[in-house]
Each structure stands twice: as C-alpha cells, then as structure tokens.
C-alpha cells in the first residue's frame, strides 16, 4: 500500500512537473503577458516597472526556477492580474464549478443509465428509436449553441428560468451552495443542462450498448434460470457489468467537465473556475494558468486513482496480482 | 467439400457490414446520406457556383442576405448570404468537407493513437501502463483551448494545426477507454490460448483483445467525431480555429449564432441543420456496426 | 404413475442467416416423479437445446416452434413470464454445461446463491447464507464459509461446477435437468455428487433429467436413458435394456465406442462417418449415413416404435438375435 | 534419453495480492490477509518423447496448472521446467517460438479460450497462417481438412463460437491445437465434452498422431476408462502433489495410495449399473489451508499419527512404479495396524 | 428604486489603484473620486478638487472641494490626496499602475486642509490631467492595507456616490448609495453589477429581464433591441479609432509579395503613395453599413469631432478606386502586389470581420490578398509588437481630454528615454511632427495647445502614418424607464445611470 501511494506519488510529481513546464513553455510562446495587463496609454517607463515588478525581466528558465521552488513550499504563485495567490482564486471559484459539474454528471446519470437501460433492454422498440435519436441531439450541436439556445427558449421567450449568475446561496451541513436554495437551484437547471447534454448522451450510449452486449451472455441465461426477476438481472448481473465502461468515462468525464466547463461558464456568467480560466488564458495571466493546471492535472490523478480502485472492486478479475 | 466451401465466401468480414447495415432501412438511409455528404464534401468545389474562400468575389453589398436573393451579378444565393457576402450554400460545402475533415480524420487518427498505447498500457501493465496513464492524466488536464492556443502560436494557424490540436487533445479519452476494456479482456482465457500458439503480441492485442474492447469504444468514438467537430467549432468560436476566410460548419454556426435573435436565422440554422444530420448518420452508421460486429447480435 | 414432465413433439429451431436450423425436432418424452432419466447423444445433436427449451431459455434467434410442455399437466409454453419465472430455479432447475460462463464473474458466488434463494423465499439474508453454505458443503467444497465470498475465476473448473450444482439445489426443486455437471469433476467428487443427488431425489422426491455423455455415470445413477441424435429421441427405455440391449444402431454404435470395448492401447471402435449439418440434414433417418444396416427404407421418417418400455426410431433394429 | 519436458521440483502459487481497496480498508483494521493457493507443490514429473502420460485427481489439485506451467504458458514460482533438457528460462528468440509452438495445450473450458468475436477458420488458421506452416490461399483447406480429422463439419467453418455445442467448442480447441504441429500436446479434460463416438474418433486420432509423428502427450483427466486405455503412464495428483505415478496396468490392478484405490473404486463403468456411491468420507482439504503432513490424510480410512505431521515422499513400490503413502514405508508397516484408526 | 447592471468586463481588484485599465475603473469610479472627472466629451471638469492654478511653470496650487466625506464618515483633507498620490506610484505588483500620471510631482505640500502646493520636475502643462486622475483613497484606511483588504471592502472606503458592499469576483459586485455624496444625489438605492461576458448571454439576460441595464451592446443587436418595446438604446461615438497600420519603416516586409506570392524585395508601403492609394480603396462607410450596422463613424485622424485636437478640416478619406489605382501606377505597382492582414478576432467588435471585408476591398483594387489572419489578441499583440507583420488591424482608445497622449504613443517616433512611440508598432519616424509635438505639449495656454495638436495632427496624417477605419460607437441599452449618458471613454457605471423623467 504505502509503496504504491509512494509510486503513484513520484509519479504524479513527475507529471505535475511536466505540466507546469509545458505551460511555462506554452505561455511563453503565445504571447507576452505585459502586452495583456498593461493600460493602453502606459509609458514605457510604466513598462519597465511592470515587468521587473512581476518579475519577467528574467529569463524563463530562472522564472521556471523561482516558480518552482516557491512551489515547493506550497507557494504557486500569484496572478498577474489579480495579485492574489493564484491557489487562492481556482479554490474561491471551484465551489461553483463543482456544484455545476456534479449536478450535471448526476443528471446525466440519473436520467441516462435508466433510458440507455430502458432502450437496451428493449432494441429497436419506438422507445428505442425515439431514445437514441434523441440522444444525438445532444452531442451534435456545439454546446454554445445549445446553450444559447437554451437561453432563449427557457429565459427569454418562455421566462421560466433565469440566465445568468449563481443565484443566491443557502448552508447546509456547513456547506455553502446554491442547491440549498429555490433560486440558487433555479440558476442551476440550465447550465447543468447545457453542461450535462453530451455526457448524457454518452452515458444513455454506452449502457445501451453494455446492455446488448451483455444480455445474450450464458450468465445471464443461467441468472433466469435461477428465477431471478428480470428486475434484478437487470439492475444487479447485467448492470454490474456495464460498470467498468461507465466507471472509465464518467471518471473521464467528471474531469473533462471539471476543465472544459469553460463554455458553459461564459454563456451562462457562472463564476467558476472554467471562466476563470478562459480569462487567465487570453491574458496570459501565467500563475494562473499554471496553478490551475497542477489543480486540474491532480484531479485527474486522483480521479483515476479512484477509478482503477473502483475498477478492481467491480471487476474482481482486473488487477489480481497473480504471479507472487 | 469445395464446393461448399465456396459458396461461404461471401461470408467475409466486409461481407457483413454490408449485409448487416443492408438489413436495416434507416440504417441504409443514414448510410446513403453518409455517403452523399462525403461525396458533396470531396467533389464541393465542383458544385458550388461559388468559391467562399475567395475574397476577390465575394461583395460585402452582398451580405447578410436572406435566402432566396438575388445577387449583384444574378446569382440567386438559395440560402442567404452570411455577414461577408458569401453564398451559405457554397459556404456549407466547403465547410462540411472542413468540418468532416477535422472530425473523421483527428477523431480517427486519435482513435487509432490512443487504442494502441491504451492497448499497451492494459496488456503490459507496470511501468509502461504507469508512464502511459500518467502521460493520459496529463493530457486530459490540458484544456483544448489551451492546447489549441500553444499549437497557434507555435505553428500558426491552419487546418493541420487545429487536427493535431484536437488529436492531441483526444487521444488520451480513447487510450483511457481502451485500457479499462482491454484490463477485463486480457485476462480472459483466450488471450492465453492466442499465447500458447505462439502468436505475436501485437497480434494479440490488435487481433484478439481490440475487437472485444470495440463495442465502448465504437460508441465513444462515433461521438467523439461529432465532439471533434464541435470542438472545432467551439475553437473557431473562441477565435483559436481555422482561419477565418476558410469558414468551417462550426465556424459559420459560431459567426451565425449571434444573428439569430435578429433574425437572420440562416447563418446559423442550415450550417446546423447540416451537422445535425451528418453527425445524426455518422452514428447511426457507427451504432449499426457495433451490433453487426458482435456476433452474438449480428445474426438476425 | 403420473409424470411430472411431459414433452411432446417438441421442435425448437434456430433461424439463422443460412437457414433454419432444426436443433430439437419433434421431441416426446415424459419424466416421471423421483425419476432420473439419463439423456445422451451425439455432440450437438440437441441435449441442450431440449433443456433450454423445457425452461423456455431459448435464445433467440432460436424459438420453440411447436409442442407442448406440460409440467405438473401444466403447459409451460403457455405461461406468462411472470410465472414461468416462479418455476425456474425453484420448481426446476438447471445446471449449465459451461461452468465458467454461467457463474456471472463480477459477482461474488455468495451473492449469486443468496439471490436464488431469495429470489423464491421470503427469507433474512443471513439465513439465505446459512443455506448457501449447507448447499456448497453438500457438493463438497472446501471450507464453504470462507469460500463463499470468493468470486468465481477463483475456482477451479470442477469448483465452480460444484458451485452450480449448489444453486440447483438451494430449492430442492421437483425437476433439475443436470447438463453434464460431473465431466469436469474427479470420480471421488462425482462419486461424492452423484450420492447426494441421489440421496436428494430420493429424500426431496426430485425427478432429474442427467445430460451426460459418461455412459457409466447414466448407467450408475439413471432409471431410464432417451439417447439422442440430429435433434430426434432415437431411443429411450430403462437403463438395464437400452445399455445392456441396444436397439438403435447409433445406440450400439456408442456403446462399443467406449474405451472399455477394446483391449487397452488399441484403436477405439467409434461410429464411422460424421453426424449431418443440422441445416441440412437428409430426410428420413438422419443416421443412415453411417449406419451398417440402413436399407432404401431409411430414406423415408422411421417411426417411433414402442414396445416393452422401449422406444426407438429404426426400420432394421437390433434384437438380441441380431446382436 | 533426455525427457521432452520435465518438471523438476516445481511449485506453483496463486498469492491473491491484496487489491488497493483492501489495504485502504486494512487501514482501517479490517485486518484482510495476503491468500496463498499451492495449487503445484514441489513436483517432479518427466514426460519422454513419444509418452502418454497421464495426469489424474482430484478437481483443483493442480492438474491445469501442472499442465500449463510444463507447456511453458505460466510461469513455475518454484523449481525448473526443461524442455529437451534446457531450462525454459534460458530459451531466447527463435528456439523460445519454436518451443512455444511445439507445446500446445487444449484447455479446459472450451468457450472461454475461443475469441467470441472470431470465427471458426481464423481461430484454427490464424496461428499456422502467422507461423508460415501453410499460405494465405490454403488456410481454408487445411482448416478444412483439420476439422475433418476432429470430426466438424467444414461448413461450420465460418461460425462463431457461441454457435456451436460444448462438445463442438471443444473440437474447435483440439484442431487449433494440433494445426501448428506441436511435439507436446498437453490435453486438460480434452475429450470429457465429448460423446463416446467422437472421444473414441478423437482418441483414434490422438493415438494415430503419436504413431505418426511421435506426438507426446499430458494427459490430464478424470474419465480413468480413457486414461487407462491410452496412457502410458499415470500420474495422480492431490492437492498439489504427486501421489502415485506408474503404468496403468499397475496402477489399476495394484493401487497403492488410498486415494488412488478410492478412484479406482469410484470408477462407474456401463456394466455396473444402478449403483450405490460410497463417496469418501471426511472433509475435502482446502487448497488455501492444506492439511499438514499427508493432504489426504482428513479423508483417509488408514490415516494414522504420522500422516497428520509427516509429508510422504515418493517411494518405489515396484519398477516404475512410486506412491507417496507411510503406509509404503517398510518401517511404518509395523506400526500401522496400531495406529490405524477404525475404517469410517 | 434598485438597479441591476450587465456589464462586460469585471475588475481584477477593487483597490482604486492596483490598475489603471478601463475594467477596474470602472467600479472605482462609482466608489472613489477623482481631483477632476471627465464629461460624455471628455472634457474635464472639477471633481474633488474644485480648481487648479498655475503660479509659475514648475508650481500648482490646487483646491480642494469642502465638506467631502469618505464612506466612514471622516472628511477629506489635503493628506489624504498627498497620500494617495504618493502611494499610487508604489502598488506592488501592479500591472498597470499610475506611476505615470505622477511622474512629474516633484514635491507635494498641503498649504492648508484643503490646498495642496505641487512642485514639478520639469514644465507640465497637463499637469492637471495627470494627476486628477488618480483615485483618492483615505489615508487612514488605505495605508498598509492589502489587495484583500479593499477586496473585502474593509478597505474599500472612497468618497464616492456608491459604497461598497460585497464583491463575488466572476459574479457580480453589489454597491449601496452613499446619502453623504458630495455631488449629484444619485437615483438608486442599491446597484447590483452582474459580471456577463458572453455578448449574446448579456442581451439574453436584459431581454430576459434579469438585467436592467448593459453595456458593450453588440453592434448586431441594437436594432433588435430598439425594436423591442420597453427596451432603449444608449448609444455614442467614441474616441476608439481602429486602424489599419502598415509597415512603412522598413525596406522589406515580411508580408508582402509579388502577385504570385513570392518574397518582393521592395516594400511599396514604403511610399506615401502606396499608403494613400490603400487608404483610398476602403470604402469606409459600406464597411460600417454592412459589417458594423452603422455602429461608427469613417475616421481620418486619431480623435472625433468634439475631443480637443480634432481638426475639422481633415475628412475621412473618401473611396476613391480610380484615384488608388492611378496612384499604385504612379508608384510602380499598375498591377499590385500581394499583401496579408492580420488581425485580432476578440478585441473589439467586428475586428475579424472587418479584417476580411478590407481583403475584399483590396482584391477588388488589384491587390493579391494572400490571407486574412485573424487571432486571439494575446497571440496577436506578440506579433504586432514583433514586427511580423505588414498589415495589420488596431484601436487606440483616446481617454484623456486632448489628442496628445494619443498621438505622442501612437505616432512619435519610438524612443524610450523621451517615453515617446509606446505603441509605435511600426516603428513609424516623422521628425517634422515629434518637432511640432514636443512644442504643443509644452504649450501652458490651453487654447494655443490645441491649435498646435491641429497643426501636428494635419500634418501627420498627409503622411498617411496608419490609416485610420473608423471611430467605433459605442452602445448601451436598458429598460426604458432608465436613462444613460453614453460616453466616450466608454465607461460604465451606475453614476451616470439614472430614472428617465
Ligand atoms: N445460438 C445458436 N445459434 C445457432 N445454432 C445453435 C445455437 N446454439 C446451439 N446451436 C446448434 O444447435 C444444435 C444443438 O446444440 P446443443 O447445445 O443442444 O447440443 P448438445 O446436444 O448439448 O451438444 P453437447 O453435448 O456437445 O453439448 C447444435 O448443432 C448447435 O450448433
Ligand atoms: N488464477 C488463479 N488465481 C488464484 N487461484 C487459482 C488460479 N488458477 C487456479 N487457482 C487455484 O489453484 C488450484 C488448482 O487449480 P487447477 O485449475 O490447476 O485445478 P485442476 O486440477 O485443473 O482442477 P479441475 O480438475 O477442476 O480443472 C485451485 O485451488 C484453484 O482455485
Ligand atoms: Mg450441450
Ligand atoms: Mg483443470
């Protein structure tokens, strides 16, 4: 145990060290960050102040190096633009992304395992059909659209449900969210929708799929057999086999929508971190930019990490060290 | 003995998708369409009574032109014009061959990158699994934009920039999806049967493991060539996509989407409508093949 | 006496692309109370299928064309599903061929029993393990407690068909159709099994249909034996006839197929020629082909002739003259 | 003459490492242990060229994976396979892939070793195709006529898997076996599928390929009429062990292990009808916890003291033929009728 | 009543002098004053201080307004502003600081609570522009708090017409009415200023209600909007003039080429002719008609009618084919050459679609348009800066009263001692008008300043240094029931919202 979080722990060093390089590289190459932050009518004296002042006077490897090192000791930096450790800003924005990426996953999974269920157990049947075109709404437009969309049916025609902002915020548990109150949930339903569209999708796919491919099994045949009710050859043999599938992308998926939220994020102004990160990448606000990443890049870690657990709980034949 | 023999022959592999989509009408439909589109897009140039790449003929007199207009020198834009004068249905030729292009072929080429290091991973496990699932958490961290807006400003812009971008930003979902599949199928025992006979282990892993890894994965990437596409769109959206004169489906969607509210609908909707339906058959295609595929389905 | 199982002209066929496929072809037999009926043939000549179709498990695009299958004078074909499943696993069960597909892998074998029998008893969980546990010790596993949470790619092949076998058990049904459940033990275990079952029938008043191709396990344990070939009964009668007595040639044929018919390291005697494609078998008698005595006559449906307690489908039987 | 293979002194362990969950859980004190399986325990075995050796006992003894570690496909955990003479270990490149495809095995469970998602003709032509035995164009026919001499239909040829019957599968499994052309065919349960007529077509053929080409043979089984009529050898296993090893006509008219005259005891022939079954008594060993001393001992009708702490090594009893038995030993002869405990 | 604001942009902090771009100042402006504020013209006018004198070139005396109190109730003195003044040139970290507008202050004495003596370095006749532009913070508070601490609003204590609430950063920011404000007692009690990027989501949210008031209108959407009742348009032409700059310095340009597309050793730009003639092939007001609805007006000179420095006398160059092409031929180039635009797509509205409707209009005059490149501004700006391109798509956003900074960034050869040619990309160098700038801004006489911008101005741009597009207009749109003064230096804020009558 404690070899394997040490190994996994190097390991997700190396790749943290990695990232922050290849943003130090890549934000380099884009552009220079004092062209960004500079007001239009600055001096060039106000120049020269700036950037000895953020440091960019010194070449990348030495500003890699101080990074690095500040880094070490739990300092990522501050942002350009805001002067505020950039650790401090992704954690006062995560909240919201998080609340807007999990109500999305949670729609998608709530509503797409039973309709791929229902539309894999019944192929070709018009629920079938009406099920799977339907899902192909969901990923064949591009999400602004959709979103744009969205808003002008539900907001601006229809009036039902407001377009921008977070709503107001209720505690629960000492947990400040917007899903503890009317309003905050009402903000909520939209950009979870937007957000959760295309995952929906997949996920109504792929246990569809899971579900075909599974139900011809010998188990399965052996489960009716037993008598088991169609209920829980469904639900218990055949749906404990689809997992792994479905572990895999909504692991994936949980952090794709975790970093690509930025869409959602900007048409809907919802202040999270997806903005914020758009933001700090046309700015080139480096600190950011980097800090962010090592967030997201850890999130990734630690989500695959869970997910190769959840693999090997559900699949007892994944990851039985035979060999002594 | 021969004779019988023989007369399997057309019971080949291509024999079987052929068969399988023929059984199915809608299926057919969707694969007729397919192929109009594909062809629509390969031959565009020759079908379009206008080159909207071409800024000598477009006329911004011309712009924003409902459909059914007539232009300056007579030709009748069916479509519309878009905010440049372009003729949309030119417009959507050509950016139906762009968008097919960037989706099929970066979703193909990531399919392919990542099938096989996620193949790798799975079947090898220790170290090249660790290096190849930590290089994956990486590259999934990225965000697209990110990875476009580098890619930008190292290589400049293009068509090939933003494919390797999307590639690039692709392939880790795919050698993710394969790994999971592939940890559960290499320990069953045909594996070892394919072992004993001495078969090579690129064999395996592409003979024998892939096709029973295909089913998710066909799934995921049926979708990720409409996600390819879209995320060309979105990136031409954010202004990190194609170049701007050489619009794309997405790109005109993107430019159209704010004109909707004042009515000029068709920049936006018939670009739509058009990825609509070629994503719509893409997966009905692709859902097709995936129950040909399993032989357990296939056989009605 | 009157049987608990009643087949008659039952016919499932598999639709397939290359046409349709007769695996079971106007099947009649009936299984009386606490009896065991040993079922053996040709590989492929639809055992299984019969089992499948007695439980309605059929998978498509295989379909029970016609027939009647009456079980306690009641028509399964006729149940709705909801019924049919009341029935299966608790009023009869079945034991798979293949051990190692049945047993859902990602599932753990307690949970796989402890369902079975909840799903047909009102029963705690605890006490559905008890009983699980007892199952697993009747077949002889080791150390039933600690094996039961293991999952089945932890057993070995003989384990998990010992695993099966417990399931059928766990509701002392009136019928199991046991489809080859000892191949792949040692005769000890089988010994072990084929004691209990016994003893089981016997206590629980359990009729079985044993398919099997040990011609020495049916001789052991079966009252009657219904021997099969291209998806037809060509014989069936009581064990002590039909082994000692055959009257089919292919019944014969199989019987001096076994090693014990020849001196030891000599060439095993089996029948000549091969067993038709089932999707295109000739009409008339499917053996005739590789049958010693088959006549013109052959070419045409021989019928089922019944005669002290034996049946058999053949023009030139064997009688104890001609043997 | 040099063995075709041997097995010197292997062992063979299953440890069940301890997933990542479960050390998270031990953690927590739920205090999970490390399980380790013996399933080959300390073995020697030597197979000649042109030998029937035949490998009987118990089910989960070991016989799969004896079978699997000497055909070269597992690794052993403890001791040396050699084939003709050479370490495994030490097998490198070209003469690695020509003992690879010399040993082939016929597994066991027939569906799980054939590729669901590949037909007929390329699970039994893939590897002669890849190995260059026969060309592209000739595959079918040479798939055809191996099907033949197993006794499928070449019509069959294009099918997939799940369309066969398990007696079918099981064919599919010999064919694809035979069609590289091994020195060494290890066969787990080949022909137990199988109707009597085919077993005794496929033993015929089994038979006709040693005299042919001097094919040599593992033998593992449970139907000892089979083993007996084949096998030039027989080897019981128990629990991981050998326990008796010698030529059929021995063994069956003068067993000397009590487990082995508890199967041959056992063995239900057609002659002997309605029978009553006097199973063993005693609990049957768990592999994860072996019984020390003898294994067989908590099942023995004979078992004395120095069974319960003593493992019996193999001893001759006649020529070519040894048992793992105290009951063998001359010096615990005198002490046995003391100590035996009364026949259950 | 309550007003709720959409706006565009957000700050990066609510310390009035962590940055001097137009996103911070416009929420300092409506917590904080200024000594002088501009007008809808950008004219200045007396804010905190109430008036200004010159007693000799290198000395000011300023007054301050009496009776100004911060939100916690202390008044402001004449140490406050010397402070703010003092610490405005040492913000840590500051990206964009006002070290510059106090530059100049030699030395700072308060002759009294309300008068402040400045010493100059050097003679400054915008002395007055420089430093009226900074916020005043008050002392007491301001001195030794963080960025946190005005964040948090415990800091945030100005003499502004709204104070501080709460700030949610990519949320929104909510503001109260201060009762004490100094100056016109505004019309809402509480602003709510929701933070809404994405133009189309912006228009959504007014149509939709959730909003009162926006900003930064998409040029696209105005017609909608006027056409929707209930909703009202606020719209003006602003100082922004987006041009077109050439590569004129240099001897070759990386983007140009003959007409076939290879290198040409020349670079035609070079030549006033070349320039005149491109300048003179845009069709200036077909662009705003169909690319920007309208929204601009065609622009020959850096600032619009009504900014002091405008000369009326300069039109805006009118579409002149024939002339172009007579002038290309005259230069040597009858059958044109091969250029590339670049552009930035998300800088302003319509900057890429401008872009190719000017690759349209050069085609059409016989010039190869190998492409029209459009990128993001953090990637362009680089390249801009660089020297990579020949042509290339740019706004200068003129926010002080007269011409003169824009000119002396944009126009005056780049020297970086003088602080002159900032954004002199092109490495522009007209020795004859940095002569007649370094006159104008040394000017004390506010009139005769002018007059000399004028004479600079005209004589620049007959040199055709950059040519000028157009000046962008600039819109915002509220419910009906709400007035706006559009303004030029396109600034929001809930000061200059109000009820209409
Ligand atoms: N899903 C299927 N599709 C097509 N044919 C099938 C299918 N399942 C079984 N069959 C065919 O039906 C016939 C009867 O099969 P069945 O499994 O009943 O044989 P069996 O008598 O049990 O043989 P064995 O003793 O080898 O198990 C076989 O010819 C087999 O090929
Ligand atoms: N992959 C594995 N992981 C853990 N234990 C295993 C594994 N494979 C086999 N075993 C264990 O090793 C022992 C021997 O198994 P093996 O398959 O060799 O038995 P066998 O003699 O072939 O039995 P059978 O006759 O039932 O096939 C069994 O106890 C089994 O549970
Ligand atoms: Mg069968
Ligand atoms: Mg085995």
Same mark, same amino acid.
């Given at each position: 145990m404690t070899v394997f979080v040490i190994r996994r722990f190097l390991q997700s060093i190396a790749v943290l060290l990695v990232t922050a390089i290849i943003v130090f590289i890549g934000i380099y190459a884009i552009g220079d960050p004092i062209e960004m932050l500079i007001s239009p009518d600055a001096s060039p004296a106000e120049r020269a102040q700036v950037i000895t002042s953020l440091g960019l006077d010194k070449p990348l490897w030495q500003q890699f190096l101080t990074f690095a090192w500040n880094a070490l000791h739990g300092d990522l930096g501050r942002s350009f633009v805001f002067n505020r450790p950039s650790i401090s800003l992704i954690f006062e924005r995560l909240p919201a992304t998080l609340e807007l990426t999990l109500t999305g996953l949670v729609f998608a999974l709530v509503l797409g395992i039973p309709l791929g269920l229902l539309s894999g157990l019944k192929p070709n049947s018009a629920t079938d059909e009406a099920i799977m075109t339907g899902s192909i709404f969901g990923f064949s437009l591009p999400s602004f659209w959709q979103g744009m969309m969205l808003i002008m049916i539900f907001s601006v025609w229809l009036g039902w449900l407001p377009s921008t902002g977070r709503g107001q915020m209720g505690e629960f548990l000492g947990i400040r969210s917007s899903l503890f109150t009317l309003d905050g949930l009402a903000h909520l339903i939209l950009p979870a929708i937007n957000l959760s569209l295309f995952k929906l999708s997949l996920v109504i796919r792929l246990t569809r799929t899971g579900v075909r491919e599974t139900l011809p099994l010998d188990f399965v045949k052996f489960a009716r057999a037993k008598g088991l009710s169609e209920k829980r050859i469904v639900f218990v043999h055949v749906f404990k086999s689809i997992l792994i599938p479905l572990i895999t992308v909504v692991g994936l998926e949980l952090g794709s929508m975790l970093a690509f939220a930025v869409v959602t994020e900007t048409i809907f102004a919802w202040p999270g971190i997806g903005k914020l990160l758009i933001d700090s990448i046309m700015r080139l606000d480096r600190p950011v930019v980097v800090a962010y990443l090592l967030v997201i890049v850890s999130l990734f870690i630690f989500i695959n990490f869970v997910v190769d657990i959840l693999y090997s709980l559900v699949d007892p034949r994944v990851r039985l060290g035979d060999a002594q | 003995m021969n004779a019988r023999v023989s007369s399997f022959r057309d019971d080949t592999l291509f024999g079987r998708l052929v068969m399988g989509i023929a059984e199915s009408p809608k299926t057919v439909i969707a694969a007729i369409v397919c192929i109009i589109l594909l062809f629509a897009a390969i031959v565009g140039p020759y079908l379009t009574p206008q080159d909207p790449y071409d800024l000598a003929v *477009?006329?911004? *007199?011309?712009?924003?032109?409902?459909?059914?207009s007539e232009s300056m020198d007579g030709l009748i834009y069916w479509l519309g014009t878009d905010g440049q004068g372009r003729d949309m249905f030119s417009a959507m030729i050509y950016g139906l061959r762009t968008s097919l292009g960037v989706g099929v072929f970066s979703g193909v080429v990531a399919l392919v990158v990542g099938t096989v290091l996620g193949l790798i991973a799975a079947y090898f496990g220790g170290r090249i699994d660790a290096l190849i699932m930590r290089i994956v958490d990486l590259m999934l961290g990225f965000p697209t934009i990110l990875v476009a807006l580098m890619l930008l400003a190292l290589l400049g812009q293009g068509l090939w920039k933003v494919i390797f971008a999307l590639i690039l930003v692709q392939w880790a979902t795919f050698a993710r999806a394969v790994r999971s599949a592939a940890l559960v199928e290499k320990n069953k025992d045909y594996v070892e049967a394919a072992v004993t006979l001495g078969i090579s282990t690129p064999r395996i892993l592409i003979g024998h493991i892939l096709p029973n890894c295909l089913p998710p994965l066909i799934v995921i990437g049926t979708l990720q060539v409409a996600h390819a596409i879209s995320a060309e769109a979105t990136l031409s959206f954010l202004g990190i996509g194609l170049p701007i004169t050489e619009p794309s489906l997405g790109l005109l969607i993107a430019n159209g989407y704010q004109l909707l509210m004042s009515g000029e609908y068709w920049i936006s909707v018939y670009p739509g409508l058009l990825l609509l339906v070629l994503v719509f058959s893409i997966n009905m295609v692709g859902d097709r093949l995936r129950e040909v595929l399993n032989p357990r389905l296939g056989e009605r | 006496m009157t049987p608990i199982l009643e087949v008659k002209n039952l016919s499932t066929h598999f639709m397939t692309r290359r046409g349709v496929l007769k695996a079971v072809d106007d099947v009649s037999f009936a299984v009386g109370q606490r009896e065991i009926v040993g079922l053996v043939g040709e590989s492929g000549s639809g055992k299984s299928i019969t089992g499948f179709s007695v439980l309605g498990l059929v998978d498509p695009p295989g379909r029970v064309v016609s027939g009647q299958i009456l079980f306690k004078g009641e028509d399964l074909l006729k149940l709705s599903p909801a019924a049919m499943r009341t029935i299966r696993g608790k009023r009869i069960a079945m034991i798979f061929q293949d051990p190692m597909m049945t047993l859902n892998p990602v599932l753990s074998v307690a949970t796989q029993m402890i369902e079975t029998v909840q799903a047909h008893d009102r029963v705690s969980r605890a006490e559905a393990r008890a009983r699980s546990r007892d199952a697993l010790g009747l077949v002889g596993i080791p150390s039933p407690e600690e094996r039961l949470d293991a999952y089945p790619h932890q057993f070995s092949g003989g384990m998990r068909q010992r695993v099966a076998i417990a399931i059928a058990l766990l509701h002392r049904p009136d019928l199991i159709i046991a489809d080859e459940p000892t191949t792949a033990l040692d005769v000890t275990i089988q010994s072990q099994i084929l004691f209990e079952i016994k003893r089981l029938a016997a206590e629980f008043a359990m009729a079985l249909i044993w398919i099997s191709h040990d011609l020495g396990v049916v001789a052991a344990l079966a009252d009657r034996v219904m021997v099969m070939y291209a998806g037809k009964i060509v014989e069936a009668g009581q064990v002590d006839g039909v082994l000692t007595e055959p009257r089919h040639p292919y019944t014969s044929g199989l019987l001096s197929a076994v090693p014990a018919a020849v001196p030891r390291g000599e060439p095993l005697r089996p029948i000549p020629g091969f067993a038709p494609s089932p999707l295109s078998r000739p009409s008339g008698c499917a053996f005739r082909d590789r049958c010693g005595r088959a006549t013109e006559i052959c070419a045409t449906e021989p019928m089922l002739e019944v005669a002290a307690g034996r049946e058999f489908r053949c023009f030139h039987p064997h009688f104890r003259s001609a043997a | 003459m040099t063995p075709l293979v041997e097995a010197i002194d292997v062992s063979r362990r299953f440890s069940r490492k301890l997933d990542y969950a479960e050390k998270i859980a031990n953690l927590f004190g739920a205090g999970l242990e490390e399980k380790t399986v013996h399933a080959v325990d300390e073995v020697d075995l030597a197979v000649h060229p042109g030998e029937v050796v035949g490998l009987v006992g118990e089910s989960g003894c070991g016989k799969s994976t004896l079978g699997r570690v000497m055909a070269g496909i597992m690794p052993a955990s403890g001791g040396e396979v050699r084939w003709n003479g050479k370490p495994l270990t030490s097998l490198e490149g070209e003469e690695k892939r020509s003992m690879r495809l010399s040993a082939q095995m016929i597994f066991q469970d027939p569906m799980s070793t054939l590729n669901p998602r590949k037909r007929v003709i390329d699970l039994i032509g893939e590897a002669p195709r890849v190995h260059g035995i026969v060309k592209g164009r000739e595959v079918r026919d040479y798939v055809a006529s191996l099907a033949e001499r197993v006794g499928l239909d070449a019509s069959y040829l294009d099918r997939y898997p799940h369309q066969f019957s398990g007696g079918q599968r099981q064919r599919i499994g010999i064919a694809r076996a035979l069609a590289v052309k091994p020195k060494l065919l290890v066969c787990d349960e080949s022909v137990a599928a199988l109707d009597v007529s085919i077993q005794a077509q496929i033993l015929n053929l089994f038979m006709d390929l040693k005299r042919e080409f001097g094919l040599t043979y593992l033998f593992i089984s449970h139907d000892l009429g089979v083993v007996k009529h084949i096998c030039d050898r027989v080897v019981v296993m128990y629990l991981g062990r050998v326990v008796e090893s010698a030529t059929p006509d021995e063994l069956f008219d003068d067993p000397k292990h009590p487990y082995t005259q508890a199967l041959i005891r056992e063995?239900?022939?057609?002659?002997?009808?309605?029978r009553i079954f006097t199973p063993i008594k005693g609990e049957i060993p768990s592999p994860l916890h072996p019984p020390p001393g003898c294994h067989f001992h908590p099942r023995c009708p004979k078992a004395f003291d120095r069974c319960r702490v003593e493992r019996p090594v193999l001893k001759q009893n006649a020529v070519g033929h040894v048992s793992a038995c105290h009951l063998n030993d001359p010096t615990a002869s005198e002490t046995k009728n003391v100590t035996a405990e009364p026949a259950n | 009543a309550d007003l709720v604001l959409g706006s565009a942009t957000e700050p990066s902090a609510i310390d009035p002098q962590f940055s001097r771009t137009g996103n911070n100042q416009n929420i300092a402006m409506q917590i904080f004053d200024r000594l002088v504020q501009t007008d809808a013209a950008i004219n200045v006018e007396p804010a905190l201080a109430v008036s200004w004198t010159n007693v000799d070139p290198l000395t000011w005396h300023v007054k301050l307004r009496e009776g100004v109190k911060f939100h916690d109730g202390n008044p402001l003195t004449a140490e406050d502003v010397i402070f703010s003044l003092t610490r405005a040139k040492d913000i840590p970290n500051s990206p964009a600081p006002f070290s510059g507008n106090v530059a100049s202050i030699d030395s700072m004495k308060a002759l009294d609570n309300q008068t402040i003596e400045f010493k100059t370095k050097k003679p400054t006749p915008d002395f007055m522009e420089q430093i009226g532009f900074v916020y005043i913070v008050e002392k007491k508070v301001a001195e030794g708090a963080s960025i946190e601490d005005f964040n948090s609003g415990k800091a945030a204590i100005g003499t502004g017409a709204y104070r501080f609430k709460s700030w949610t950063p990519g949320d929104n920011l909510v503001l109260t009415r201060n009762d004490d404000f100094w100056g016109k007692k505004q019309d809402f009690d509480n602003v709510t200023i929701k933070f809404i990027s994405n133009d189309a989501s912006r228009v959504a949210a007014l149509r939709s209600g959730a909003v009162d008031l926006i900003d930064a209108v998409p040029p696209g959407d105005v017609k909608t909007i006027e056409g929707i009742s209930g909703l009202k348009v606020f719209s003006i032409a602003s100082a922004r003039m987006i041009y077109l700059a050439l590569d004129s310095a240099r001897d070759k340009s990386p983007f140009i080429t003959d007409k076939d597309g290879k290198p040409l050793d020349k670079n035609p730009l070079k030549d006033v002719k070349v320039r005149t003639a491109l300048s003179e092939l845009i069709n200036r007001q077909l662009i705003i008609d169909r690319i920007l609805d309208g929204s601009a007006e065609p622009a020959g000179q850096l600032v619009p009618t009504g900014v002091a420095g405008n000369d009326p006398s300069i039109a805006a160059p009118a579409f002149n084919a024939d002339n172009a092409k007579k002038l290309l031929a005259e230069a040597g180039y009858k059958d044109g050459f091969g250029i590339t635009i670049h552009t930035s797509n998300d800088r302003f509205p319509g900057d890429a679609e401008v872009a190719q409707a000017l690759g349209q209009m050069f085609a059409r005059g016989g010039l190869k348009v190998n492409g029209v490149v459009a990128q993001p501004y953090n990637v362009y700006t680089k390249g801009a800066s660089a020297g990579e391109f020949s042509a290339f798509i740019f706004s200068l956003g003129n926010s002080t009263p007269t011409s003169a900074t824009g000119l002396r960034n944009l126009?005056?050869?780049?020297?970086k001692e003088a602080g002159t040619g900032s954004f002199n990309r092109v490495k522009y160098s007209n020795p004859a008008f940095d002569e007649m700038m370094r006159t104008a801004t040394a000017e004390f006489d506010a009139k005769k300043r002018v007059e000399l911008l004028q004479k600079a101005t005209k004589a620049v741009f007959a040199d055709v240094p950059v040519i000028p597009l157009y000046w962008q207009k600039v819109h915002w749109a509220g419910k009906a029931n709400l007035s706006y003064i559009a303004n030029m230096t396109e600034d929001t804020s809930a000061t200059l919202a109000g009820l209409a009558e």
């Open positions: - | *477009l006329d911004i *007199l011309d712009s924003k032109l409902p459909p059914g | - | 063995l239900p022939t057609v002659a002997d009808r309605h | 126009l005056m050869t780049a020297n």
